[in-house]
């Protein structure tokens, strides 16, 4: 989707370091969503906001955090990254409930 | 608990012949159902929703789906497959008693060949 970026697209790095993933959208969406890919498992929502510095956990929480400071900036991190947590990253954004979210194009992360 | 099931990992049909990717559902109240596209290395894409109405919805790409409340499914649904139409198809509700997030089916592999 032309209006959310996410950074970096590609990352790899070791077990035990803390890894921040960034969602930016011109959108000005309120709500914005973090998920993972995983193969068989769909899309699981890991963290979501509501509003600046409104957030909330999804079903698979444990081991990251998230922090809105701005409408357009949602950060993803893990404190402390696992092999567990590799996966593909997705952000999303809604303007209202009834309307789609939108996604974009992922993180594809690997952690060794 | 609100829940989707897309009974098939992968479906393959023909070029030219007519195709479905099957979703059913489980939600408390009044669904709200969404169809979405995946190609590689890309994020989701919206095909088409069912919010209220006329139960037969058109989307993009000439994607259609009917919402079966009685079986609980919102199948999608393509006159005439396309090789471009060959991606990763996910199924998506959301119940609004329930509250509002959005859960995703586990997807379905469309392969159509020429």
């Known amino acids: 989707d032309a209006g959310i970026t996410q950074s970096p697209r590609h990352k790899v790095t070791e077990t035990g370091t803390p890894v921040t993933l960034r969602c930016h959208q011109t959108e000005n969406h309120r709500y914005m969503y973090w998920y993972r890919q995983d193969p068989g498992h769909g899309l699981r929502l890991i963290h979501y906001s509501y509003g600046v510095k409104d957030t909330d956990k999804g079903e698979v929480s444990d081991g990251y955090s998230v922090s809105r400071s701005k409408t357009e900036d949602f950060l993803l991190t893990l404190e402390s990254a696992t092999s567990s947590q590799t996966s593909v990253y997705f952000c999303?954004?809604?303007?209202?409930?009834?309307?789609?979210?939108?996604f974009g194009d992922g993180t594809r992360l690997s952690i060794l | 608990a609100q829940s989707v099931a897309q009974p098939e990992d992968q479906v393959n049909v023909a070029e030219g012949n007519p195709l479905t990717v099957k979703c059913t559902y489980s939600v408390s109240g009044n669904p709200y159902l969404f169809w979405y596209v995946q190609y590689p290395n890309r994020g989701l894409q919206f095909l088409l929703k069912y919010i209220t109405g006329d139960n037969l919805v058109k989307g993009s790409y000439g994607f259609e789906a009917e919402f079966n409340k009685s079986q609980t499914s919102f199948h999608l649904k393509k006159p005439s497959a396309l090789v471009s139409d060959s991606a990763l198809y996910f199924c998506?509700?959301?119940?609004?008693?329930?509250?509002?997030?959005?859960?995703f089916g586990g997807g379905t592999r469309l392969m159509v060949k020429p």
């Open positions: 998506a509700v959301r119940d609004p008693i329930a509250g509002n997030m959005l859960t």
């Open positions: 999303a954004t809604l303007d209202s409930y009834n309307q789609p979210q939108h």
